[in-house]
Nanobody, 124 residues
Framework: VQLQASGGGLVQAGGSLRLSCAAS????????VAWFRQAPGKEREFISA???????YYADSVKGRFTISRDNAKTTVHLQMNSLKSEDTAVYYC???????????????????WGQGTQVTVSS
């Protein structure tokens, strides 16, 4: 599946942004979709995921601030980011794949499809 990520930008600390990940030509009904981020000089970090069955998972660093959701048509996954901090600054990527087992959900290497990345910059 081809993915298109959008919604990044520059925001002040405490502000909000909403990222979107759109599937091209098919739905996410049988896919797990995850968001990762990568800051300069750091490894790609798991942020959140929504599995094909609707179950949702978050990294501890964003729990309570970020919300992942999927639209009813299952063609777009959103990441609502509130109470943003300077440490949230990174390039954000969405990823998708079928058959991702729960124990591998946070591992970027199991995802075959990736969006192009969208920059999120939080100024303090």
């Amino acid at each position: 599946v081809q993915l298109q990520a959008s919604g990044g930008g520059l925001v002040q600390a405490g502000g909000s942004l909403r990222l979107s990940c759109a599937a091209s030509g098919r739905t996410f009904s049988t896919y797990s979709v995850a968001w990762f981020r990568q800051a300069p000089g750091k490894e790609r970090e798991f942020i959140s995921a929504i599995r094909w069955n609707g179950s949702i998972y978050y990294a501890d660093s964003v729990k309570g601030r970020f919300t992942i959701s999927r639209d009813n048509a299952k063609t777009t996954v959103h990441l609502q980011m509130n109470s943003l901090k300077s440490e949230d600054t990174a390039v954000y990527y969405c990823a998708a794949d079928k058959g991702v087992i729960l124990s591998s959900l946070r591992d970027p290497s199991v995802y075959a499809s990736w969006g192009q990345g969208t920059q999120v910059t939080v100024s303090s």
